[in-house]
């Protein structure tokens, strides 16, 4: 109860003061630069510099909650990095050749790249082919709805749902995960889903793909349904059949979108972190970079210099992608 007191006087002291923040900064630059003086040369120079420092009014609280939450903390980072454990001492690159000979990193970013595989490419797959599916049947909105559901449950959340999917009893008890239930029910034996070598990343993966499914469909029905009719009109009048139209006529035009799904996906699998975490810790030849930086941060002792050169490697594979996504985007509402 006391924290739901606080949350909620947290929201109203934010809205307040974001009103009050609003109202003042408008009320001091009036003042500054009043418009309604008798100088009409002098009340014109005053709304032209009004109409400049305006804006800047309403992005400031924005650009400084970027500029303490995010650039401060990537040179803050970079400063990390060439440090030891302790942030005394300049040891320069050490903690970057630190990494690239250590097994676990080798591991981490094989298994990074397994997620940027396999998880964007079936987040993307399943949910063009859910959003062509529903978008023609009256209960079509019911189904994305359900298959929307999970984007509203965090990782952690969904994380704790899957255990029980893969939860494991020995084989004379009664088994209380699904599949393995499912497995027993067949003749089989009951398996340590995480822990099988290799697989167990493909079994954490397909939480992420549970969840990701419903934002790219979501997004691929709203560009499916933005295309033209008279394209496919024309097409049916040529003769093409239903795969021909989706293949030929539908998926060119929405290009555009699915690779800006694909980006974002991409970008939320380069920091994948709490999925990993809740399931197995990195333990089992699961590990990734994000999870991998977390251990080294604030478990074994705290190493800020290893942990941070680990962040700085993970921001240096995101940024160009973000990049690449924010332009691409552009470029689609420009077409459009």
């Known amino acids: 109860m ?8 947290t929201i109203v002291l934010g809205v307040v003061g974001a009103i009050g923040y609003f109202y003042g900064s408008n009320l001091l630059l009036d003042r500054l630069f009043p418009a309604n003086i008798s100088d009409q040369a002098r009340a014109s120079q005053n709304l032209r510099r009004s109409a400049l420092i305006r804006p800047w009014l309403f992005l400031a609280p924005a650009l400084l909650s970027l500029g303490i939450y995010l650039v401060y903390p990537v040179f803050s980072s970079v400063a990390y990095s060439l440090f030891d454990r302790s942030g005394t001492r300049f040891v320069g690159l050490s903690n970057y050749r630190w990494m690239f000979f250590d097994r676990e990193f080798r591991e981490s970013i094989f298994n990074n790249m397994l997620w940027l595989i396999v998880v964007p490419a079936a987040s993307t797959l399943f949910g063009l082919i859910i959003a062509a599916l529903t ?15 999970p984007m509203a449950i965090s990782f952690v959340g969904a994380s704790v749902i899957w255990k029980f999917v893969y939860d494991y009893r020995d084989a004379a008890s009664e088994q209380i995960g699904l599949l393995n239930a499912v497995v027993v029910a067949l003749g089989g034996q009951p398996q340590i889903w995480i822990a099988l070598p290799f ?5 954490l993966m397909v939480i992420l793909i549970w969840i ?18 008279e394209t496919i009109e024309a ?6 059949n239903p795969w021909q139209i989706f293949m030929k006529i539908k998926v060119p035009q929405i290009w555009g979108t699915i690779a800006v799904v694909w980006t974002t996906i991409t970008i939320l699998v380069l920091k994948v972190f709490d999925i990993v975490l809740a ?13 991998m930086m977390f251990d080294w941060m604030f478990r074994g002792g705290g190493d800020f210099g ?12 995101v940024v ?10 552009s470029r689609e509402m420009e077409g459009r």
């Not at 990701?212 to 009719?229: D, K, N, W």
């Not at 097409?235 to 093409?240: E, H, R, S």
Request: a positive charge.
């Open 306 to 317: 290893r942990g941070a050169a680990i962040a700085i490697v993970i921001m240096v594979l």
């Open 2 to 9: 006391e924290q739901l007191l606080y949350a909620l006087l």
């Open 212 to 229: 990701q499914t419903g934002f790219a469909m979501v997004l691929l029905s709203a560009a499916l349904r933005g295309i033209p009719e």
């Open 320 to 329: 160009p992608i973000m990049i690449w996504n924010i332009r691409n985007a």
């Open 199 to 203: 697989w167990n990343n493909l079994f």
């Open 235 to 240: 097409a049916v009048i040529d003769g093409a």
């Open 135 to 149: 978008d023609r049947i009256w209960w079509g909105n019911i189904a994305k709805s359900l298959i929307f559901m």
């Open 279 to 291: 399931m197995t810790n990195g333990q089992w030849n699961t590990q990734v970079l994000a999870n």
